[in-house]
């Protein structure tokens, strides 16, 4: 076989000089653009659309509803008679330094409270409805204004009903879950019927009012309260009252002593 000219082998040495430098040129291009998908070891890495939604804020959950309790009248004031619990209600109004205090005298004891607020003290103070609901109590309705629904026409008081509903679901998603007239221990026919056609099956009363609004100091609030008190008691307590300050832990000593657990009112009946 004859021996290639040297113009041939420049040519082939040209071939293949060409073709080590497009393989090159490929590997290059592939090194750089695997480098541009590896992110170096110290950056941080972007968060997938799912940690980026768990890592968002949950809104809270809604309040619970009202709920009818089948066999119970429309108007309650107490509870089972043959079990060691009791209910403590608060009028939910007044110094929220006083019921923030209440209520974590309550949480010390492991106890659980049922607060009707008011629809303007919630204006004034909002904060106190997730406070309530935060610590595992219950929260209802209470009126609007506070003021004497059994003297008013049947268009003024289903608005002071309503009115203190509508506060109650813009700050917790839910009506309440109890309703409590203001101004008087019992609803009056046509109370009870605009508490159910505003979504409250029942109207809560109670059958131990511990008279702390008037004052009477510490001792004889604890006494009010002690000396009715028994298994299934609804008791009336107030915010917004030093008096029930300083007996709340007396009170809930006693109740202890006694065997007594102070739940929510719809613990209470379920």
């Known amino acids: 076989m004859p021996n290639p000219s040297p113009r041939a082998v420049d040519r ?7 073709a080590g430098a497009a393989i090159a040129g490929a590997l290059t291009a592939g090194c750089s653009r695997e480098a541009e998908g590896r992110r170096p070891s110290g950056s941080p890495t972007p968060p997938s659309a799912s940690a980026a939604a768990a890592a968002r804020p949950h809104a809270p959950r809604p309040a619970p509803a009202p709920r009818a309790f089948p066999g119970q009248p429309v108007q309650i004031s107490s509870g089972p008679r043959g079990r060691p619990q009791v209910a403590l209600t608060f009028h939910g109004q007044g110094d929220p330094k006083i019921a923030t205090t209440l209520l974590g005298e309550a949480e010390k004891a492991g106890a659980k409270v049922t607060v009707l607020a008011v629809g303007t003290w919630l204006d004034e103070q ?11 109590h219950e929260l209802g309705n209470h009126t609007l204004h506070h003021t004497d629904i059994s003297a008013m026409d049947e268009e003024e008081a289903y608005a002071e009903i309503t009115g203190c509903a509508d506060r109650l679901r813009r700050l917790t998603g839910s009506i ?3 309703f409590r ?3 008087t221990q019992y609803a009056t026919p046509l ?5 159910r056609r505003a979504g409250y099956p029942h109207v809560l009363s109670y059958d131990v009012d511990s008279l702390d609004f008037t004052s009477p100091g510490a001792s004889a609030v604890t ?8 298994d299934g008691s609804v008791v009336s307590l107030h915010f917004g009252y030093a008096d029930t ?14 065997r007594l657990r102070a739940v929510t009112t719809t613990e209470l009946l379920i």
């Open 191 to 195: 109370v009870q019927k605009l508490a």
């Open 176 to 178: 309440g879950t109890w």
């Open 181 to 183: 007239p203001s101004r």
């Open 245 to 258: 300050v300083a007996a709340l832990p007396v009170l809930l000593a006693e109740l202890e002593r006694r």
């Open 223 to 230: 006494r009010n309260v002690t000396g009715q008190i028994r």
């Open 126 to 136: 909002p904060a106190m409805a997730r406070r309530i609901l935060d610590g595992g």
């Open 12 to 18: 082939r040495g040209a071939l293949r000089a060409g």
